[in-house]
């Protein structure tokens, strides 16, 4: 329903709500345990990867003897465990469903962060001179932005954060998309600059070959020109002209198209702001769900694990029974069960939100609905059918008297006739 346009809209349902809000109260604790496993391995690697750069462990070896050693083993043998449970966790996700796993964006950070992961793991325990000054400092550092940012979109699933991790996702796929259409113009006026600056000798200039042209030409896209260093010197006149075309068209005409696009996509996404938040909720509780209770030839401990945990999280019936969701308004909006103790309802310590309720107010009063009405209508109705009741009885008892006659009537006509 989430990913049908015209069927949206109903994610906002307090029906809907209610029961997602139910749902998310039995399996945020599997969430929670997501982040933190997320936060402890990617502090683990940043701590393993910038003190290894800054030489700490081996300055630390000289001053502290084995406990230096001692503790970076014990780092690193936890990034190992952590990095095997992912690696299991990913294997197993693509057992259950390998094409909505590759489907998704977040499983491809995962896997890099996999397999750098390992790679910097190897490195530690088989350094070399080439290794440790070349090539992993690069693999160090897009391992952090990988690790941090997979971090961040998974915190982002909060309730309370979503709405800026969606905004973030949206501009940034407009970003992409029109500075994708002009990218023909950009490397156009890259290349000019190539031509026209590369052949100077001056030692700020950063147009010596394509590629650092390129970036450049990037670079200056967010307005750093640095107008002063650029060598107009060899073909004034063309290069000037070019250079303030480029500013004109790039730097005002399409960072402006840009800002006002992200401003538009802001705007959508704060108008739509709880309809956002019950999507994002809803996707995570199927993702979740559908994890748990699509499993294929698991083994028994896998199994009751699994069992255990759909156990906590189904809500049918442990919370609701005969389809119905009962709130008791009097006491913190808590959902109680359909049933009754001889000291009243029986409460499951679940409250849904007080904009549910609110919510639910709304619409029954734009139907005429309140719960005052209901009592009268209710009320009305008891006594039209009391009513109705006692005309039915006196209808019937009427026609009991007519039966009675016409059986009288008939008896006399027929003793007439025999006599």
């Known amino acids: 329903m989430s990913e049908i346009p015209h069927l949206q809209p109903l994610v906002t349902h307090p029906i809907f709500t209610c029961l997602t809000h139910m749902k998310w109260q039995r399996i945020k604790a599997l969430f929670y345990f997501n982040i933190a496993f997320y936060v402890i391995l990617c502090a683990l690697l940043t701590i393993d990867i910038i003190c290894l750069e800054n030489n700490s462990y081996e300055t630390e070896e000289k001053t502290a003897g084995t406990d230096s050693n001692g503790l970076r083993l014990f780092i690193q043998v936890t990034i190992v465990v952590l990095i095997t449970l992912l690696t299991f966790r990913e294997v197993f996700q693509i057992s259950v469903g390998p094409i909505k796993y590759f489907y998704n964006f977040e499983n491809y950070l995962e896997i890099a962060i996999i397999i750098f992961s390992f790679i910097l793991l190897d490195y530690d325990f088989n350094p070399t001179e080439t290794s440790n000054k070349v090539i992993r400092p690069q693999i ?3 391992t952090i932005i990988l690790s941090w940012f997979s971090m961040v979109l998974s915190i982002g699933k909060l309730p309370i954060l979503t709405i800026q991790v969606e905004m973030f996702r949206k501009v940034s796929n407009s970003f992409i998309y029109f500075i994708s259409c002009y990218s023909l113009l ?4 890259a290349l000019s600059f190539y031509v026209l600056f590369g052949k100077s000798t001056d030692e700020d200039n950063a147009f010596t070959g394509f590629w650092l042209s390129l970036v450049k030409t990037f670079v200056m896209l967010t307005g750093e020109f640095e107008y002063g260093n650029v060598p107009f010197d060899s073909y004034a006149v063309t ?12 730097a005002v005409v399409l960072m402006n198209l840009l800002n006002g696009l992200a401003v538009a996509d802001t705007k959508e996404i704060k108008d739509a702001a709880y309809k956002v938040s019950c999507k994002s909720q809803i996707k995570l509780i199927s993702f979740l769900e559908n994890f748990l209770t699509t499993q294929k030839d698991c083994n028994k401990f896998v199994h009751y694990l699994f069992k255990y945990l759909i156990s906590r999280i189904v809500i ?13 308004l009097k006491n913190n909006n808590n959902i109680v069960k359909n ?3 001889a000291d009243g309802p029986i409460s499951t310590n679940i409250s849904v939100t007080a904009e549910i309720v609110a919510r639910a107010k709304e619409i029954l009063s734009a139907n005429g609905q309140t719960p005052h009405k209901n009592e009268e209508k209710i009320k009305e109705l008891f006594e039209k059918t009391t009513e109705w009741d006692q005309r039915l ?12 006659l016409i ?11 025999v006599v």
Do not use: W
Request: charged letters at 25%; one cysteine or more.
């Open 316 to 328: 049918f019936p442990n919370l609701i029974t005969e389809y119905t969701v009962c709130i008791d």
């Open 339 to 341: 049933e009754t103790k």
């Open 140 to 142: 160090g550092a897009v």
């Open 407 to 417: 059986n009288d009537l008939h008896a006399k006509i027929v003793r007439e006739t």
């Open 393 to 404: 009885d006196e209808f019937q008892h009427t026609n009991e008297e007519i039966k009675k």
């Open 239 to 250: 290069s000037q002209a070019i250079f303030l075309t480029f500013v004109f068209l790039m």
């Open 186 to 189: 950009i490397i156009a006026f």
